[in-house]
């Protein structure tokens, strides 16, 4: 199939499917607030309707699949849906973004499901640190999660970790050197200004260059790896061999390159992190349309797609949260827990 490219010459190549808005951490960059809206119940996507969009997004170009949320592991049974996906011929990459609060349990069932991938965010090796960033008790369950991952053979499983001052800046060789010890990639993500993020400040980012400053001092020169350039993160070498990577999503955006877009568990679809609309597709997909009616109307929204969220947030001058605490309780498509990050 020709590529169905987007206004600026861009495919569809990945989709991340938000599987549930429900999260059991309250991370302080991503839900710092005491109350949230959540999606009505009868709104969520069954696994099967979500299985029948997956087909009409593959028949446009997707060929990756990340399952994330909210916190995916959530969701219940979701080993049926990766099955259900890792069946499907044109998916040549199927993973998972978990906070790892429940990965030790469920570790083997999605290997055995078919997952290809895990990733697991971890901001920090400190338990006190761990509590007063997520508001929650579980960092051992984390690295237990982490462990098992490993013990049920998933391999490049890759630690995401929200680099914010004065909070965890202070770790990032503590990180990779822990990466090291059991073979796992860090990737420090610069700290953004999502829909969620209400406490968010420009301060509080740690720069990709103040990262590499921070670990050229502790390891001495670091060699850019080349790397996908419609891959989020910028790969770098150690002198001993070690790769890190950096998501610099807020100094130094790539939408250029980016074939990625968003499926909500309520069947909306964003073509970008920072859209403040997206289109329904669980009405007409509940309304009897075929794979082939949905994956038509994708494809006309996708040529369609002028989107560039973050090189415009970039272009802003006073650059403050996307959207305060009423205008997401009014619109919870709007949080990066509904849209899945
Ligand atoms: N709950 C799962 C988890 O935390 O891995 C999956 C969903 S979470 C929204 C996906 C990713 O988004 C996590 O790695 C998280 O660190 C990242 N994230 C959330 N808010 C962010 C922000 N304001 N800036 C940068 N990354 C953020
Ligand atoms: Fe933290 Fe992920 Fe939950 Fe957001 S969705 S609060 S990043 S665990
Ligand atoms: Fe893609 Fe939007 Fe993120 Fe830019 S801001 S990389 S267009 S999702």
Redesign the pocket.
């Known amino acids: 199939m020709s590529a169905n490219l987007d206004r600026l010459g861009r495919p569809l190549r990945n989709l991340r499917i938000?599987v549930t808005d429900r999260?059991n951490?309250r991370?302080a960059?991503?839900?710092p607030e005491e109350e949230y809206t959540w999606l009505p119940r009868a709104d969520i996507l069954s696994f099967e309707e979500t299985a029948q969009l997956v087909e009409a997004f593959t028949q446009v170009g997707v060929e990756r699949v990340r399952l994330?949320?909210?916190?995916?592991l959530m969701r219940r049974d979701l080993p049926v849906l990766v099955r259900l996906l890792a069946q499907h011929g044109s998916i040549r990459d199927l993973a998972l973004?978990?906070?790892?609060i429940l990965l030790a349990e469920n570790a083997r069932v999605l290997k055995d499901a078919g997952l290809s991938r895990v990733?697991?965010?971890l901001?920090t090796l400190q338990p006190d640190r761990f509590r007063a960033l997520t508001r929650r008790e579980g960092h051992e369950k984390v690295l237990a999660g982490v462990e098992a991952a490993a013990s049920v053979g998933f391999k490049n499983t890759k630690i995401?970790?929200?680099v914010i001052r004065g909070t965890n800046d202070d770790e990032l060789v503590a990180l990779i050197e822990w990466g090291k010890r059991f073979d796992l990639e860090v990737r420090f993500?610069?700290?953004?200004?999502?829909g969620?993020?209400t406490r968010?400040s420009m301060r509080d980012v740690v720069t990709r260059t103040e990262m590499l400053a921070t670990l050229t001092e502790a390891y001495g020169p670091i060699t850019p790896v080349a790397s996908d350039p419609s891959a989020p993160a910028d790969r770098f070498l150690l002198s001993d061999g070690t790769v890190f990577g950096i998501?610099a999503?807020?100094t130094a955006p790539f939408c250029s390159a980016c074939d990625r877009s968003r499926l909500t568990a309520d069947g909306h679809w964003f073509k970008c992190l920072y859209a403040t609309k997206g289109t329904d597709l669980r009405t007409p997909l509940r309304s009897g349309a075929s794979v082939e009616d949905l994956a038509h109307t994708i494809a006309g929204g996708w040529r369609l797609r002028d989107d560039r969220g973050a090189e415009k947030r970039l272009e802003a001058l006073n650059r403050t949260a996307l959207a305060d605490s009423v205008a997401l309780r009014s619109n919870p498509h709007l949080e990066?827990?509904t849209r899945?990050?």
Request: hydrophobic share 30%.
């Open positions: 938000s999260c951490l991370c960059y991503c839900m994330t949320g909210g916190e995916p973004t978990t906070n790892g990733t697991v965010s901001d995401d970790t929200v993500i610069e700290y953004m200004d999502v969620g993020a968010w998501i999503s807020t990066m827990h899945g990050g």
